[in-house]
Every structure is written in C-alpha cells, then in structure tokens.
C-alpha cells in the first residue's frame, strides 16, 4: 500500500516537473525566434556590400532598428499571448 502511495506521488512530481519544463522550453523557444528575425533584419542591412537601401543616409541604421525592433514585436505578440 505504501508503495502505491509512494509511486504515486513519485508520478505526480515527475509530471509536475516535465510540465514546467515545457514551459520554459516553449518560452525560450518563442524568445529565441524574435530575436532571430531581429538579428536577420540588422544581419542584412550590415553587410558591407553595395546595393543596400539607407547605406549613404544619416538615419539608415535607426530605420534598420525600427524595422529589426517593429518585426520581433510583430512575431512576439501571438506568441507570448498563449
């Protein structure tokens, strides 16, 4: 009986743990592809090659953070609404 008792609790405990780490694995999941989509965004925008947009203006690495920063809040509303 108390064996019982014991593998029960040792389940419930257990799945109490893999729940939380699903959890976290879904959030870091979720963090890690914004900032992905950021650093893609700034990644293309800081290559050292002709033809970019804004590569001669004054305020072409604010437009490329306005538009890195505007896309990972775009993508990171649905996913931290869950």
Same mark, same amino acid.
């Given at each position: 009986? !108390?064996?019982? =008792?014991?593998d029960? /609790?040792?389940?419930? !405990? +257990?799945?109490?743990? #893999? &729940?939380?780490?699903? #959890?976290?694995?879904?959030?870091?999941?979720?963090?890690?592809? $914004?900032? @992905? +989509? @950021?650093?893609? $965004?700034?990644?293309?925008?800081?290559?050292?090659?002709?033809? =970019?947009? *804004?590569?001669? +203006?004054?305020?072409?690495? *604010?437009? +490329? $953070?306005? /538009? &890195?920063? &505007? =896309?990972? =809040?775009? /993508? &990171? /509303?649905?996913?931290f609404?869950?």
């Amino acid at each position: 009986m !108390f064996r019982d =008792l014991l593998d029960s /609790i040792s389940g419930l !405990f +257990t799945e109490m743990m #893999n &729940s939380s780490l699903n #959890n976290l694995m879904k959030f870091l999941d979720s963090a890690g592809l $914004v900032i @992905a +989509t @950021a650093a893609l $965004v700034s990644g293309f925008m800081g290559m050292n090659v002709g033809g =970019l947009p *804004w590569k001669d +203006t004054q305020f072409g690495f *604010w437009l +490329t $953070v306005i /538009i &890195s920063v &505007s =896309l990972a =809040l775009l /993508i &990171s /509303i649905p996913k931290f609404q869950e």
